[in-house]
Structure formats: C-alpha cells, structure tokens
C-alpha cells in the first residue's frame, strides 16, 4: 500500500491506506479508535455480536507496527470499548498485544470510553501527547493548530462506476488531521455533518482509506457537503 504525505507545522506526516499515520522523522505511529472488546461490551448487556472484533482489528494493527518498526506508538483514545476491557482480553489476544509492542514505546491516551490507562499492558497514559509541533489527543479542540485527534470517526462517500462507494477517511486542513477510527466494529461519520464539518470552517481535504492507496479530494468551506473530483 502507498501512503500519501502530508506536510503540516513543517514536518511530514504519512498517512497509510490502512488507517494509521506515521512520522517518519520521530518514528511514531500514530492510530485512533480501536475500540478493542466492543463485541464482548455489548454481549455483556445482551446485545450479541460476533466476538472476533479485536482480533480482527489487531490482525491488521500488528503487521502495520512491523511494517513502520515505530519507537513510539499513540494510541489516541478509545482503545478499549470500555475501561474493563484490558481485563477481558483473550489470553492469545493479550499475548498478540504485548510481543506486537515489545520494544516500543506505547502511549495510551485517554479516551470517552476508556478514561483509565490499560491495566496489565505496557506503556504510560496520558491526557494527551505533545511532541515537537503537535498535539495528540482524544476529542479535538474547538480551535487547534498541529493538532492530530480522533473520536469522530470521519467517513466520506465517493461516486463509482459500481455506484457510491462510503469508506473512513483522514480528514486534514494543513493545520490538524482527524484520524479516521480503526476498530473492526466502528462507524463513521460522514464529514459534512456539523461535528467534522465545523473543525474546517475553510474547508480542506478527506483522504479516503483505499485497499491500495489514498483517493483525496476537497472539502468545502462550511457545513456543505464534500465535492469528489476523483
């Protein structure tokens, strides 16, 4: 797969089809939303799913950590579905998540879902991430520069031959990115919706994830909806 940079506060960031950014220069990976055990929460309160979510989700996590070789890995909030959700790790999914991290650096930062750090797993927690010109958090600010934020689970629609096609996106304006969400079980939304649409007021550009590549097109100023070009 082909990641496509972006070039925010002087630096350059790597955005991967997959769902995850890197910066090459720290070596930091950075990924949001993996709400991990989303399946066994909603079993939990009678509500079954397919329990297979988070091994899913870190079937395509762990080659991309061995792809980038990261010294640092953000995880930018809601991690686990809830804050039990360390605890009810399948033994070869814990071991999946500690030999993948072993080596690294791993900061977990607080999401909605999971405010407390990841008990029994390795690495430190925090509010948010500073380094170097940017911020790494949870929820994004009203009003941000370099910032890198999740939460919001941005997806954008683009017309095919097949018909529309609506799959999750970074969205970025040169001065943050919104990171799309990785979990197995997340939804989206769609970028126009006033919650996304509001962080751009001058519009920018979602960058749809692809199987191989990124396909990226402008976003309108405002609260309009998004206009392909292919």
């Known amino acids: 797969m082909a990641?496509?940079?972006?070039?925010?506060?002087g630096e350059r960031l790597m955005l991967d089809p997959a769902g995850v950014l890197h910066w090459p220069a720290r070596r930091l990976m950075c990924v949001a939303d993996l709400h991990l055990e989303k399946g066994s929460a909603f079993a939990a309160?009678?509500?079954?799913?397919?329990?297979w979510d988070t091994r899913e989700t870190l079937a395509r996590l762990v080659?991309?950590?061995r792809l980038y070789r990261p010294r640092r890995v953000v995880f930018l909030g809601d991690s686990f579905h809830d804050d039990d959700g360390p605890s009810r790790l399948a033994a070869a999914d814990r071991a999946a998540v500690l030999h993948a991290l072993a080596g690294i650096e791993a900061v977990w930062v607080a999401g909605n879902h999971d405010p407390s750090p990841p008990?029994?797993?390795?690495?430190?927690a925090a509010a948010?991430?500073?380094e170097g010109p940017f911020v790494f958090r949870h929820v994004p600010a009203t009003r941000a520069k370099g910032e890198i934020a999740g939460h919001l689970h941005p997806k954008a629609a683009a017309p095919t031959r097949a018909g529309g096609i609506?799959?999750?996106c970074f969205v970025s304006d040169g001065a943050r990115v919104l990171m799309p969400a990785f979990g197995?079980?997340?939804?989206?939304?769609d970028v126009a919706d006033p919650a996304i649409a509001s962080l751009f007021p001058r519009g920018g550009r979602a960058f749809l994830l692809g199987p191989q590549r990124l396909y990226a097109f402008?976003?309108?100023p405002g609260r309009r909806a998004p206009a392909f070009s292919g």
């Open 3 to 9: 990641a496509a940079p972006l070039h925010i506060a």
């Open 45 to 51: 309160r009678g509500r079954l799913l397919p329990p």
């Open 63 to 65: 080659p991309l950590l």
């Open 119 to 124: 008990a029994g797993l390795p690495g430190m």
């Open 128 to 130: 948010e991430h500073a």
């Open 166 to 168: 609506v799959r999750p």
């Open 184 to 189: 197995a079980f997340t939804g989206g939304l």
């Open 218 to 220: 402008p976003l309108a």
